[in-house]
């Protein structure tokens, strides 16, 4: 087994309903958690860790596609395989629904002492008898609850797994909620071993999928691991989206060549539409709805003082982003063994790429940040249909529709060259053109070199890395509060 990427709040969460358990009052000691996350933010691993770490015994089910019948005979020959003290007795066992299946379960875990029976695919076994949410509820309720015993249940199709604990839901109020996000920039810093600058250039091309840290050797910078990686047609970093791909959109063309066209930086509807002429808009419309469903497209409305229709789309983990455009493509030459062409186009478009990529984490980063202007509620950014202005950072006291601006901002994630006068000329001419921006307005720069000019508040990469530490752990020596000019 790979190493694994230290998670220490959600081993924390999941340990402290084991103590419950553990704990539990008498006669109803069970608890059970819903685990979710998107596709290879590393659920699984994360469950299995605890359970390895937790020492009590357990059975580890992973749902496949196929009949229910199916199912159920592969989720007994796992608990007949497991280390719990009724394993013999599931040997050979069949059952003929997932009530007697669950039953059967019951039975061969311990009564006096600590368990865990993990579901990993939930949105899989629905999906086949869509009757099972009420056969988990009445199972719980009349046995598993009886016993200290932790059920998991562990999905990725998030609409799926976020119903099921939904009001008028039968597992509603029943679990705990677990949601596993991809590794913060923080954690990618912490785990590579990479100073701030390199944390986000990092954090930018592995989308924080654990998978891809995992088999990051520690203080490699990015382009070098870049040379490594697409030179292995079976590195995490290639096969990585392939997976979330064939998972998400395998039969559905459409929807694919429409999120192939948002990864080629296609950001607004008939752009996007004229790139996929085969695909109706009809069908664009649905493709596109989907896709923001599924959370692989994320829709931006511009944040300012006034309403705006204006919405420009994105692929919405930085991962994906990464390799629709840049793996996807080359799969061909990365498979012949010519990486080094795939390399080669990376470095090409490199600094665009990453100066794009880099903006919705820096937002992200700044909603997290203290010490912005009094009275920031929201950050975004602000554009036209036309594109002037196009700014990067803009703050408000409310979204989607703020009252006032406070702050507005731009991103210059260069390697060359500082945040300079060139740029600050820039973004007041910017500033001037958004409306309820007056020139009294503070005026921000995120810049990964630094600046040359006092005249703005600047944002270094260590800061953006410092945004995502637990709160009560200091920032890191190189991080420096916003307002350091340097």
Not at 420 to 427: A, K
């Amino acid at each position: 087994m790979g190493r694994f990427i230290e998670r220490a709040a959600e081993l924390g969460r999941l340990q402290r309903v084991l103590a419950k358990v553990e704990s539990g009052r008498a006669g109803r000691p069970g608890r059970a958690v819903l685990v979710r996350g998107a596709r290879q933010v590393g659920k699984s691993r994360l469950v299995e860790e605890f359970a390895r770490r937790a020492g009590v015994p357990y059975v580890f089910y992973s749902a496949a596609r196929g009949a229910p019948d199916r199912q159920i005979r592969d989720f007994l020959s796992a608990g007949a395989a497991s280390g719990l003290p009724g394993a013999s007795s599931l040997a050979g066992r069949s059952a003929g629904s997932w009530e007697e299946a669950l039953e059967t379960m019951a039975d061969a875990v311990p009564r006096d002492s600590p368990s865990l029976v993990v579901l990993d695919g939930l949105p899989l076994l629905l999906a086949g008898d869509p009757g099972l949410e009420g056969t988990l509820q009445v199972v719980f309720a009349r046995e598993l609850s009886r016993r200290p015993v932790m059920l998991v249940l562990i999905g990725s199709d998030l609409a799926v797994m976020e119903a099921v604990n939904q009001p008028g839901r039968p597992f509603y109020m029943r679990a705990a909620e677990l949601v596993v996000h991809p590794l913060t920039p923080a954690e990618v810093a912490t785990a590579l071993e990479l100073p701030a600058t390199e944390a986000v250039d990092a954090h930018l091309v592995s989308g924080g999928l654990p998978m891809i840290c995992a088999s990051w050797p520690d203080g490699l910078a990015v382009r070098e691991y870049l040379r490594l990686a697409l030179d292995d047609p079976a590195s995490a970093l290639v096969v990585a989206g392939e997976r979330v791909l064939a998972a998400e959109l395998a039969p559905d063309a459409q929807a694919r060549a429409v999120l192939d066209a948002v990864g080629a930086g296609l950001r607004t509807h008939s752009a996007i539409g004229r790139a996929v002429p085969e695909v109706p808009r009809a069908s664009l419309n649905r493709a596109l709805q989907l896709l923001v469903d599924r959370r692989l497209v994320a829709a931006d409305l511009p944040l300012g003082t006034r309403p705006s229709r204006e919405t420009r789309y994105r692929v919405a983990g930085t991962h994906l982003g990464f390799w629709l455009p840049f793996v996807g493509p080359r799969l061909p030459e990365i498979e012949r063994g010519r990486g080094d062409l795939a390399l080669a186009r990376v470095l090409r478009s490199w600094d665009a790429w990453r100066g794009a990529a880099v903006t919705p984490l820096v937002r992200e980063s700044l909603r997290r940040m203290p010490g912005l202007p009094r009275g920031t509620g929201e950050i975004g950014g602000y554009w036209t249909r036309t594109g002037d202005p196009e700014i990067d950072i803009v703050g408000t006291d409310r979204g989607p529709v703020g009252e006032r601006i406070t702050l507005v901002g731009a991103v210059t994630w260069r390697e060359d060259r500082p945040f300079d006068r060139h740029d600050l000329s820039e973004l007041i001419v910017r500033r001037s053109k958004l409306p309820g921006a007056g020139a009294g307005v503070p005026l921000l720069a995120v810049s990964r070199s630094g600046t040359t000019t006092a005249e703005v508040t600047l944002v270094t990469p260590g800061d953006l890395v410092a945004a995502w530490l637990p709160r009560e752990s200091p920032p890191p020596g190189s991080a420096r509060p916003p307002g350091t000019a340097g």
